[in-house]
Every structure is written in structure tokens, then in C-alpha cells.
């Protein structure tokens, strides 16, 4: 029996293993900077985090950058009047400069609604593989802030500086998206050729000094975000298709088609990057090795923690990108999200993508307000946690204070609300050493008693059934 479950569960973790190749790593290499081990462990500690992608796409309400990519993929779809022939599409595209106005632009309405969900950092698509700067560079004027862009002429144009200083003035940790591929930038894909592929449209090394024209372009324009927005404290790129070609893991269904050696000199900008800032976190992501500090899983919960840190990025619509009448998850799988993701060790980062006008769809705030109210209560057990055997237990998932003898056990609600039995049995460690369990939000002590390796809690009436509480928590202490 014990046999049989063991290879069960390897071939569970095996199944797990294949779904996370896509976007995760399978090694990982610890920082030896000081100050970058330092601001990692932190960040650790934070566990749930802000993510947005925006740019003109928004104004179609269509997939973040990739209808311009020639792949046929499900994702890749053109869709809409100008979908018929590739080159049109792409101009009508690209066009959408001309009618990007966002003029609800507010970026501390998000700040208020992130930071009282419990939200402690946010990550920023700065520029996406459309290659459209939301920042002022200099590099190109294929940006929010070109006299092409209505918005251009807004106070608040530079979006991506007034979205950093909003939220690090609520102590928010500042993450840079940033994709290496630029799709709109003539030294990635050479109009001489037609794009192919998501990759560069020519040989680097037939090519070299086009080559060099768009890591120079990349490295000046990496270098504005790291000097003039402030203090940064990760530089999350994305389009891990551009990697040295020794780097290429053929297992990975989209690295294999990656032809050519897109060698972007990593070592080079990431030197310059923390030069700029101290101890910047770097997430090359998917490259294995001294700039990915963290890896990340994407629109999934790992089963088992992982060795090193994480943080998987998970849709709170179905899209990216804003799209009208997304379909957004309830508040109650949001929390279950994040506590599964911090049962495992992992940070959470959540994304909401603004619309053309500068806002959120409504749902989106009124489901951060109902996180805000159950985090209040229960972020306790969250920040600052580790994981702790056996993680889960049915629907029950732990996790441990670091610095503190307690033991918290989420349980989870189901679609109907919070309806917890008279008793709730607990697969705690050392039960004998327990001193005492609470639950979050009530004041009494809980009975409870030792049965074989359980710890089984009672639960007064009083407390069993709270339909609007998404899921409890009780804290153990040792
Ligand atoms: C997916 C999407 C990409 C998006 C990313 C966020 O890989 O294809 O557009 O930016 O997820 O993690």
C-alpha cells in the first residue's frame, strides 16, 4: 500500500514537474550578493503582490501583444475588422498609439485598493512584446509619452513613474516588467525579412551589428528604469526566447523552436542594473542560473513547496490583458489561492489589467474589498510564514510563523460558504507540546484533544457556519 502511494505521488509530482516546464526552471542558483540574498528574503515574507499589464492593446480589449505575433497559436488569434491580412492588422495595431487616452489614470485608487487587500508589492509591465514603452524613453517613440499618444499631453503621461512613486509611498516593493523581445524595435525583427516567429527574424551572428544595435537599444533602455523611476526592487523580465543558445532546454515545447543565439549579455546589464540599485532582485525568467532569483510558475499552484524561492503569477480574469466582462474569480478562490500558494512556501502575485480609460473594472475592486476584509482578520498566518509538513490535509492547509511557536490551519471553505464540523482534526507535529488553539477573528480558547496523531479541535455552534467567511483559521500555539 505504502509502495503503491509513494509512486502515486511521484507520478502526481511527475504530472506537476511537466505543467510547470512551460514557464518554470528546473535548477536553481542562489544569489552570492549579499544585499540581493537580503532583499529576496523579504520579499519571501511578503506573499502577495500587484501585477498589471497594460498598454494600447487594451483599447481593443484583446490578448496583451501577441495577435501580432505570426504563430498560429490559440492565443495568437486575430480577431476584429482588421484581422483579414497580417501587415494591416499589424498597422491598425500599432496605430492604436494614436488613440491611447486613459484619462482615469489614477494610480493611488489602486494603491488604496491593493494595500487594503494586503497587497505589499506591485510588478509593471513597462514595455510587453509590442515593443510600446509606458515609460519616457529616449530609445524610441513608440511610447505613452510620444506627441502621437493623446495621453502624451497629461500631466501623469509617464505612467509607469507615477505607478512606482504611488506605490512606493505605501511602502510597496517596485517591480519592472520588462520583455527582452521588442517586437516592434527594426533590430529584432528586420523589416527586410517578415517575422516568422516570436523570435528575432534574423541571424545575430550573420548580423552581428544589428545585433549589437538591439542590445545596446535594450541595455539604454533598461538603464532609464533603473535611473530615473525611483528605487526598484525587481527587474522581472519577460520573452525568455531571447537567452544564450547553450542556455536552450529542447524539452520545452517553445524553446525548441528558438534557432539562433539571442545572446542579450545579461551579465552586462544586470552589473549596470545594480550599480543603480543595490540589491536589485533580477528574474530572468525561465534562464537557470545568476539572474533568475526567483522562478515562476504561471497560472498554477505547485503540489509540493519547492527548494528555492517562487512566486507564481495568476490571472484574476481569464486574461492578461483587460478585457470587458472578464470572467473574475470570487474572492473566496482568490484566498484559497494564496493560502495553497503560502502553504507551499510561494508568493502569490495577483494581476488586474487596467482598462482604455485608465481604470479597473468595478469587480475588481469589489473583490479586493472582500480579501481586505477576511485578510485583516487571518493575514496573520500569511506574512512572514514558511511551510510546514504536511502542508495540507483535505481541505485544511498550514503553514508556520517564523518567528513566533505557532502553527496556523486554513480551512478552506466551499462553494457554499464556511460550514465547519463540531469537531476539526488537525495533522499537526509535537501535539503533545500544543498550549493552546484559537481561531482567527474569535476570542475563546478552543478545547481540544489528543487523538493518535491528531489534534482534534472543537468548534462551538457559535463559530461552525459563517457563509459570507471564506475560510478560518486556527492558530496553534506552542
Ligand atoms: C504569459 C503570456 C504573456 C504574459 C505572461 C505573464 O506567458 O503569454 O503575455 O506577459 O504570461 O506571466
Request: hydrophobic share 35%.
Amino acid at each position: 500500500m505504502k509502495k503503491i502511494s509513494a509512486l502515486f505521488l511521484m507520478l502526481v509530482n511527475a504530472t506537476v514537474l511537466l505543467a510547470q516546464q512551460h514557464n518554470m526552471s528546473k535548477t536553481y542558483q542562489p544569489p552570492t550578493d549579499p544585499l540581493v540574498q537580503q532583499k529576496l528574503h523579504n520579499w519571501q515574507d511578503l506573499k502577495f503582490g500587484l501585477f498589471m499589464h497594460w498598454g494600447t492593446y487594451s483599447q481593443w480589449g484583446v490578448v496583451e501583444s501577441w495577435s501580432i505575433c505570426p504563430e498560429d497559436e490559440g492565443w495568437t488569434q486575430r480577431k476584429g475588422p482588421y484581422g483579414a491580412t497580417y501587415n494591416g492588422y499589424v498597422k491598425a495595431y500599432e496605430n492604436l498609439q494614436t488613440t491611447f487616452n486613459p484619462t482615469k489614470f489614477n494610480p493611488e485608487k489602486w494603491v488604496a485598493a491593493a494595500k487594503s487587500a494586503g497587497m505589499k508589492y506591485v510588478v509593471f509591465t513597462t514595455k510587453h512584446h509590442d515593443g510600446f514603452s509606458m515609460f519616457d524613453t529616449k530609445q524610441t517613440d513608440y511610447k505613452i509619452t510620444s506627441a502621437k499618444t493623446p495621453f502624451s499631453s497629461n500631466p501623469r503621461s509617464n505612467v509607469t513613474k507615477e505607478i512606482f512613486n504611488a506605490f512606493r509611498k505605501e511602502n510597496f516593493l517596485i517591480g519592472a516588467y520588462f520583455s527582452k523581445p521588442d517586437w516592434h524595435s527594426e533590430d529584432y525583427w528586420w523589416p527586410y525579412f517578415p517575422p516568422k516567429d516570436r523570435n528575432v527574424n534574423y541571424d545575430p551572428a550573420m548580423h552581428p551589428e544589428k545585433w549589437q544595435k538591439f542590445k545596446d537599444f535594450t541595455y539604454n533602455q533598461i538603464g532609464e528604469l533603473m535611473t530615473d523611476y525611483g528605487k526598484v526592487d525587481i527587474l522581472w523580465l519577460d520573452g525568455g526566447w531571447v537567452r544564450p543558445k547553450n542556455t536552450i532546454d529542447t524539452t520545452v515545447d517553445w524553446q525548441k523552436g528558438i534557432k539562433f543565439n539571442q545572446d542579450i549579455d545579461m551579465a552586462k546589464i544586470v552589473g549596470m542594473a545594480r550599480t543603480k540599485q543595490p540589491g536589485l532582485i533580477v528574474v530572468d525568467r525561465t534562464v537557470t542560473g545568476e539572474f533568475e532569483n526567483y522562478t515562476t510558475p504561471e497560472q498554477e499552484v505547485p503540489a509540493a513547496p519547492l527548494d528555492h524561492p517562487w512566486e507564481t503569477c495568476i490571472t484574476m480574469g481569464d486574461s492578461w490583458s483587460y478585457v470587458p466582462n472578464d470572467h473574475y474569480k470570487s474572492a473566496s478562490q482568490i484566498v484559497q489561492l494564496l493560502v495553497k500558494v503560502v502553504s507551499r512556501g510561494g508568493n502569490l502575485l495577483l494581476n488586474i489589467g487596467p482598462g482604455p480609460d485608465g481604470d479597473w473594472d468595478p469587480v475588481a475592486y469589489s473583490r479586493l474589498k472582500e480579501v481586505s476584509a477576511w485578510m485583516g482578520i487571518n493575514g496573520e498566518g500569511i506574512y512572514g510564514s514558511t511551510s510546514v509538513a504536511p502542508y495540507s490535509s483535505g481541505n485544511i492547509y498550514y503553514t508556520k510563523a517564523k518567528n513566533a511557536n505557532a502553527i496556523y490551519a486554513f480551512v478552506l471553505a466551499d462553494k457554499d460558504g464556511l460550514k465547519l464540523d463540531k469537531t476539526v482534526a488537525l495533522k499537526v507535529n509535537n501535539i503533545k507540546a500544543v498550549k493552546k488553539v484559537t481561531m482567527l477573528g474569535a476570542k475563546q480558547s478552543l478545547k481540544y484533544k489528543l487523538t493518535g496523531d491528531d489534534l482534534v479541535v472543537t468548534i462551538p455552534t457559535a463559530i461552525q457556519a459563517n457563509p459570507g467567511q471564506l475560510a478560518a483559521t486556527l492558530k496553534i500555539t506552542y
